[in-house]
C-alpha cells in the first residue's frame, strides 16, 4: 500500500495559484530549497519546499511557467518567511525573481544567541529540538532529474517538515529571553540585495594565493578575475573551467607578452591559448597601464603591540564570563581575531555589530576606554562601572 503523504507535490500553475494564495493569509512559512551547481555559474533551482501549518508543499519550478504568484508571496510584508542557514538560498531566489525574499528570519542565527553550537547544522537542530534524527541518504541527488523518486521527495520534504516546530520553538526562547532584538539588524541585513551582488573590483582577494601578488601584478590578477567572470556569467559555466585561481596567479606573476610566453604558462591548456589567448594579453598589457595609484592593494595588517596583546587577553576572558552568564558558546560570541580587530580598527569587529555589540560589544568598549574596571569576586571575573 502506497505511503499517505502530508505534502502536495505542485507542478502547474494553477496549483501554484492556489498554495500562494491559502499561504497568503498565514503568518510565517518556512523555505528551503533544492538546486545543482556542479556544473553551471548560476545555480540551477530544481525544487522550492515551502509548509505554514497543516500545508505543506513541494513546488518543482521546471514544471511551471508562471511563478509570478510565488515572487510575489515571497516579498509580502505581513508573510515572515523563516530558513535554515539561509544565504544560498536567499541567493537562489533573488538570482531567480531579482527580488530577495523578506521579511526573513534565520533558525541558524536564532540558535546562536541561545546558546547552541555555532553554525549548528539542521539535521543538529532539529535532533536537538525534537529529537528527531534526520536521513543523510539522498544528499547528493540530482533534483534537476525527473521523476523524482518518492524517497528523494521526501527527504527534500523533511527539510521544512520540522523547520516549523524549530522555528517556534526558537521564537518562544527569544522572547522569553527578551533577545529577539539582538537579531533584527541582521535579519534586516540579510534582505539586502548587495549582499547578492557581485563585486568586481573585488573578485581579486578571492584568488588562491593572490597574496603572493602586489604593485602591477595585483592589478593584473584582478583584471583577469574581472574577465573570467564576465566569461563565466555569459556562458554560464563555472569559473575554475574557464582559468583557474592558480594560473590566473601565475599569469599576474609571469606578464607574458606574447603567445609563445603565454603558452609556458602551467596549466593553462592548449585549447584556453587558442580560444582566449589573444585577449589575455590584452588584458595583461592593459593592466600595465594602469595608474599605479589605482592598483589594488592588500590590507595592511597591523600588529599588536605588547599593552595591546595584553589588554586582548583581558577581553578575551571578560568574554568568555559574558558567554557563560548569557549562555552562549564563546566561539558564537567571538573569537581572538574579533578582539583584534576590536583593539586594531573597531568598525571591522563583529563585536560593534548587532547582538554581539548588544551582548559583548559595549560593556567591552567601555572597559577599553576606561568607563569601567574588572574585579575578582569568590574567584569571579566581574565588571565595576566607575
Known amino acids: 500500500m502506497p505511503k499517505q503523504l502530508d505534502y502536495d507535490y505542485i507542478d502547474s500553475n494553477e496549483m501554484l495559484a492556489r498554495l500562494c494564495a491559502e499561504l497568503a493569509t498565514a503568518n510565517y512559512c518556512v523555505i528551503d530549497t533544492e538546486f545543482i551547481r556542479e556544473s553551471t555559474y548560476y545555480p540551477e533551482l530544481a525544487l522550492i519546499q515551502i509548509a505554514s501549518g497543516e500545508r505543506l508543499a513541494c513546488i518543482d519550478p521546471l514544471a511551471i511557467s ?3 504568484p510565488l515572487a510575489e508571496l515571497l516579498v509580502k510584508d505581513s508573510l515572515l518567511k523563516v530558513f535554515h542557514s539561509s544565504s544560498q538560498d536567499l541567493e537562489i531566489l533573488y538570482q531567480k525573481f531579482g527580488q530577495v525574499p523578506t521579511p526573513v528570519f534565520d533558525t541558524q542565527l ?18 536537538q529540538v525534537t529529537g528527531v534524527e534526520l536521513e543523510k541518504k539522498h544528499t547528493r541527488a540530482n533534483w534537476m532529474r525527473r521523476p523524482l523518486s518518492q524517497e528523494e521527495l521526501d527527504y527534500a520534504m523533511d527539510d521544512v517538515r520540522y523547520l516549523m516546530s524549530v522555528y517556534e520553538t526558537l521564537n518562544e526562547k527569544l522572547e522569553s529571553t527578551r533577545r529577539f532584538n539582538w ?15 557581485v563585486r568586481m573590483d573585488q573578485l581579486w582577494k578571492r584568488l588562491k594565493g593572490v597574496q603572493k601578488l602586489k ?46 610566453a603565454l603558452s609556458r604558462i602551467r596549466d593553462l591548456s592548449d585549447k584556453t591559448v587558442r580560444r582566449h589567448g589573444d585577449r589575455l594579453l590584452q588584458i595583461i598589457a592593459h593592466a600595465g597601464q594602469v595608474d599605479a595609484a589605482q592598483w589594488p592593494q592588500h590590507d595592511k595588517v597591523k600588529n599588536l603591540n ?16 559574558i558567554a557563560d552568564q548569557n549562555q552562549v558558546a564563546l566561539a558564537t560570541l567571538a573569537t581572538r581575531k574579533d578582539i583584534d580587530n576590536l583593539l586594531l580598527n573597531q568598525k571591522s569587529s563583529r563585536l560593534t555589530q548587532g547582538w554581539r555589540f548588544i551582548m559583548a560589544g559595549e560593556q567591552l568598549l567601555e572597559f577599553i576606554h576606561g568607563q569601567s574596571s574588572i574585579s575578582v569576586d569568590r574567584e569571579k571575573l566581574r565588571f565595576d562601572p566607575r
Open 110 to 127: 536564532a540558535a546562536a544567541v541561545l546558546g547552541y553550537n555555532q553554525q549548528i547544522s539542521y539535521a543538529d537542530l532539529v535532533q
Open 183 to 197: 537579531l533584527e539588524k541582521d535579519l534586516i541585513a540579510m534582505s539586502d540585495p548587495l549582499n547578492y551582488e
Open 66 to 68: 508562471e511563478l509570478a
Open 215 to 260: 604593485g602591477v601584478k595585483l592589478q593584473i590578477a584582478s583584471e583577469l578575475a574581472q574577465w573570467r567572470e564576465e566569461l563565466a556569467q555569459r556562458q554560464n559555466r563555472p569559473r575554475r573551467w574557464i582559468v583557474k585561481d592558480e594560473v590566473i596567479v601565475e599569469l599576474a606573476r609571469q606578464a607574458p607578452g606574447d603567445i609563445g
Open 306 to 321: 605588547k599593552q595591546q596583546l595584553a589588554l586582548g587577553d583581558c577581553l578575551m576572558a571578560l568574554c568568555r564570563v
